[in-house]
């Protein structure tokens, strides 16, 4: 069964809707003042699962667009994970209470543990772990910082410990429409058993239809921004391949 599941990606900064270039807040690109009307309009086309960013809250190291947030969280009834900022259980309560459906962990998810394994204890299925890597190594704190362990380091830490997803980036792909890296991204769903959600590069219906070959199988899905915001990637296109697939599958 294909049961991959391809995100739409809002970034927050200062309000708006934008796309960064290998993480750089100095290199970021507005697509859209109304991150409202961006979200319901993702909803239209018939996507199933959105994934938003506090790009300002990674840095922060708290939320920063909240309210943004929360106004999107009333407009939609498609599911959201969120992330960026997310670095104590009062803060992942607080997030899970107001609607979002996924909180992700990244930067505590390094430092932290037992925080994340807490928060998958009392809320299941509900906390999935962003793994952002530069040339290998895990970045932390929006992606300012590089850490010294692997994606497959971080992950193995939490084969058993409940968490939904690990949401797995290339750093030096992100926003550049490079093509996802899949040999990386399935280095990482070949070592554990945690679904993996693929993102940063993702370039075109080419890269949608690599995602539905037999060998990446073990993908749950893959995050799509720039190429959806410039026109790169038709989603109407997009997500019929996916349901093809999917149909073919269960014949």
């Known amino acids: 069964m294909v049961a991959l599941i391809l995100f739409p990606a809002i ?17 970021a690109t507005v697509f859209n003042v109304d991150p409202i009307a961006q979200a319901r309009e993702f909803e239209t086309l018939g996507f199933e699962y959105l994934h938003v960013v506090d790009l300002d809250g990674a840095f922060a190291g708290k939320p920063v667009n909240a309210a943004v947030v929360e106004d999107m969280l009333k407009a939609v009834k498609f599911p959201v994970q969120l992330g ?51 040339d290998g190594l895990v970045a932390i704190e929006g992606w300012a910082r590089t850490s010294t362990a692997t994606a497959v380091d971080i992950g193995r830490q939490y084969e ?54 037999p060998d990446c199988a073990p993908l749950a899905g893959a995050i799509t921004g720039r190429a ?24």
């Open 84 to 134: 960026g900022g997310i670095r104590d259980m009062r803060t992942i309560e607080g997030w899970l209470g107001k609607g979002v459906a996924r909180v992700i962990i990244g930067t505590a998810a390094v430092r932290d543990p037992s925080l994340v394994r807490e928060a998958a204890r009392i809320f299941p299925g509900r906390i999935a772990v962003g793994i952002d890597a530069r």
């Open 160 to 213: 058993d410990a409940g968490v939904s997803a690990l949401i797995y980036t290339d750093i030096l792909r992100d926003g550049v429409l490079k093509g996802l890296n899949i040999e990386a991204t399935l280095a990482l769903a070949n070592a554990v058993h945690i679904p993996v959600i693929a993102s940063g590069g993702l370039a075109s219906l080419d890269d949608v239809q690599r995602l539905l070959e």
């Open 228 to 251: 959806l915001y410039d026109g790169r990637l038709d989603p109407a296109k997009a997500l019929s391949l996916i349901r093809n697939a999917r149909e073919a599958a269960r014949a």
């Open 11 to 27: 970034d927050l900064k200062n309000g708006e809707c934008v796309r960064l270039v290998h993480g750089e807040m100095d290199k």
